[in-house]
């Protein structure tokens, strides 16, 4: 009896021997194996429709967010956050005011530790930005100014910094937008918001390195941006378009899509691709496209399929207009009408758009 007990302590041991050497040895093979790789630096381009969320995982550990999609992206961005085990964002971007960028910042917030949040000096009125200077408030944080020249973290051959904004006055909160550039190793990003082609051409005259392997298209894929320059100075490799299907604003226009095309540019779409993961070890960058994981399809925010806008009764030659500058037509009644010398007259909504005109954010004509 007492023999047949120490057999079966002696069988315990062995097997428990046996059970922990072996979750040790798979402790230390993993650990030895991981220290071989070279951290990666990796983007993800959130598949949040008709919007902008872009997470980055810094080769140093960091976490980095730019733009935190539509009001109602809440879910779809905290769930992948946390499917990712982000804890902490160091840097949290609000590119500019827009609630397709900020819509769900506030909750985002709330959701996790905040570093440091840098946003442009532009303000908007709307109850999406209200509730995002308020959950910046509740939480004490302080808000760092986004603009050209900023460095946001230079930290061996890891380098983010901002190229825009340039200015300081702008009519149009798009070109407020705080445009990104990361470069690791030899590979550089440029997340360039909804900046359009006014905030190009400054960024340009700075004379900011804006080389990059992969551009996030402004705006959207709008025609407003990707001027010829602009595109032959960062002289990317791929693009991303974050977008939703059937939006109304026409995005991505089919000249920026010609554009990229002709320069060689392989274009990736959140409409089509999903979220779509760039992975950088410094030297090579591998691009992956998630298809519908997070969503069954890219949400249509923004797209309203308004009943054919209430225009006045009898149709009048002036029923929409346009900014000669900015290339937005606007309904009569928009707060944000130009100045009549850069006033352009649309019949009809087709007229404006043929004519290359792009939908005002404000009245949405
Ligand atoms: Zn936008
Ligand atoms: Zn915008």
Redesign the pocket.
């Known amino acids: 009896m007492k023999r047949k007990t120490s057999l079966i302590i002696s069988f315990l041991v062995l097997a428990f021997l046996v059970v922990f050497g072996s979750i040790k040895g798979t402790d230390f093979f993993s650990g030895q194996s991981a220290a071989q790789a070279a951290p990666a630096l990796k983007l993800h381009f959130l598949d949040v429709g008709q919007a902008d969320c872009i997470l980055a995982q810094l080769p140093n550990g960091q976490i980095m967010l730019i733009d935190a999609g539509n009001n109602d992206d809440v879910s779809t961005i905290i769930t992948y956050l946390k499917k990712q085990n982000v804890k902490k964002i160091n840097y949290l971007v609000a590119t ?1 005011p ?1 609630e ?2 900020i819509g769900s910042m506030d909750s985002v917030i709330r959701s996790f530790q905040i570093g440091k949040v840098y946003m442009p000096k532009a303000t908007t009125t709307t109850k999406t930005f209200k509730d995002l200077l308020l959950a910046i408030k509740a939480k004490n944080l302080k808000i760092n100014t986004a603009k050209a020249g900023t460095v946001i973290l230079n930290q061996g051959n890891l380098k983010i910094n901002f190229v825009a904004p340039c200015g300081s006055n702008y009519d149009d ?2 070109n407020w937008s705080a445009v990104t550039r990361i470069q690791y190793g030899n590979n550089s990003f440029l997340l360039t918001g ?1 900046a359009e082609a006014l905030s190009e051409q400054e960024i340009l005259s700075s004379g900011a390195n804006l080389k990059a392997n992969v551009l996030k298209v402004g ?1 959207h894929g709008s025609s407003s941006s990707t001027s010829p320059a602009f595109l032959k100075a960062v002289a990317p490799k791929y693009a991303v378009i974050s977008m939703g299907t059937g939006n109304k604003y026409g995005h991505p226009h089919k000249v920026t899509l010609t554009k990229l095309t002709n320069a060689k540019v392989q274009v990736y779409r959140t409409d089509q691709d999903g979220t779509i993961i760039a992975a950088s070890d410094g030297k090579n960058i591998t691009i992956k496209k998630l298809g519908s994981t997070i969503k069954p399809r890219a949400p249509n925010t923004g797209n309203t399929i308004a009943p054919a806008v209430p225009v006045a009764p009898t149709p009048s030659s002036k029923n929409y207009i346009g900014n000669k500058n900015s290339k937005k037509f606007h309904l009569p009644s928009c707060s944000t009408l130009p100045a009549e010398q850069n006033r352009v007259y649309f019949k009809t909504r087709e007229e404006a758009i043929k004519a290359g005109y792009v939908p005002c ?1 404000v009245c949405k004509p």
């Open positions: 500019h827009h397709d960028h909160l798009n909804d705006y954010k």
